[in-house]
Each structure stands twice: as structure tokens, then as C-alpha cells.
């Protein structure tokens, strides 16, 4: 259903990272972030399930870490890995 009260989002987004081949056997990135959104929206049901409207939420932060990392080939095969923390 239509909402013409829906005003759009703003996100800001912060990051800084660095990454580096310098390891003999593996190459690894990390990235600590942080992310800003004014008028978050987010999708309002109503009976019945299929029916609903898209509405504004208020404002969300979240900020966290990323870390990923890639071995050089051995007999053909990468190992890769990554992990995401989120507050």
C-alpha cells in the first residue's frame, strides 16, 4: 500500500582499512567501519501477510569489523576465509 508520509533515507557510511601481500603464504585485509542512517525504512505487515506498506523506523547505527584473508596456491587449491563483526 502506498505511503506518502515515506520520506527517504540518508546513510553515512565511515571505513578505514588496510590489507597487505607482505605475508610469505597469505594475503589479509581488515576493515573497521561504521555506519549512519537517518529514516531507516523498514516493511509493516497487515493481515493478510502479502498485504503491508513501507514506513520509517527512526534512525540506526551499526559499526563493526570485517577480516578477510587468502592463502597463495598449493597443489591447485586456495584457502580463504573472512569474518564480519557487527554492533
Do not use: C
Not at 527512526?58 to 598449493?74: A, I, R, T, V, Y
Not at 597443489?75 to 564480519?84: A, N
Request: glycine share 10%.
Amino acid at each position: 500500500l502506498p505511503n506518502k508520509g515515506l520520506s527517504h533515507e540518508r546513510v553515512l557510511l565511515y571505513q578505514i582499512g588496510a590489507e597487505t601481500s607482505a605475508l610469505r603464504y597469505f594475503w589479509i585485509k581488515g576493515t573497521l567501519f561504521r555506519q549512519e542512517v537517518d529514516n531507516y525504512i523498514i516493511r509493516q505487515s497487515m493481515p493478510p501477510a502479502v498485504l503491508g506498506r513501507y514506513v520509517n523506523n527512526g534512525d540506526m547505527k551499526k559499526h563493526g569489523l570485517e577480516f578477510q584473508f587468502e592463502s597463495l596456491p598449493l597443489w591447485g587449491f586456495t584457502v580463504s576465509g573472512s569474518y564480519t563483526f557487527l554492533h
